[in-house]
Nanobody
Framework: QLHLVESGGGSVQAGGSVRLSCAAS????????MGWFRQAPGKEREGVAL????????YYADSVRGRFTASKDRDKNTAYLQMNNLKPEDTSMYYC?????????????????????WGEGTQVTVFS
């Protein structure tokens, strides 16, 4: 069973930065797509970023492109989401998720249901 644990959330002033981490208990597949999603109260879950754990590809939602950067450390089975120039509308619960043995594709940002494993989330609050 794969377990994901997010960390790094918190409160930050608009324009500030936060880095989220997602530690996975184990990876048994060469190619995994790790996704970052967010969901604010009363809103649908939104795909933010995807990163190919076995490759180099990354994909971003238009709303965060240029401000957020997904990265990974394969030795630590950990993915990161560096969030810069945060805006109040970025306030949300952020989740990491894994899609096993599949390549990341831009379209998978809108297909959260495909991801088999999810962390419990970490809250990011951006105040103006």
């Amino acid at each position: 069973q794969l377990h994901l644990v997010e960390s790094g959330g918190g409160s930050v002033q608009a324009g500030g930065s936060v880095r989220l981490s997602c530690a996975a208990s184990v990876f048994t597949y060469t190619y995994n797509c790790m996704g970052w999603f967010r969901q604010a109260p009363g809103k649908e879950r939104e795909g933010v970023a995807l990163i190919e754990f076995g490759g180099r590809d990354t994909y971003y939602a238009d709303s965060v492109r240029g401000r957020f950067t997904a990265s990974k450390d394969r030795d630590k089975n950990t993915a990161y989401l560096q969030m810069n120039n945060l805006k109040p509308e970025d306030t949300s619960m952020y989740y990491c998720a894994v899609l096993l043995d599949k390549f990341c594709l831009q379209e998978r940002l809108t297909k959260a249901a495909e991801f088999q494993y999810w962390g419990e989330g970490t809250q990011v609050t951006v105040f103006s």
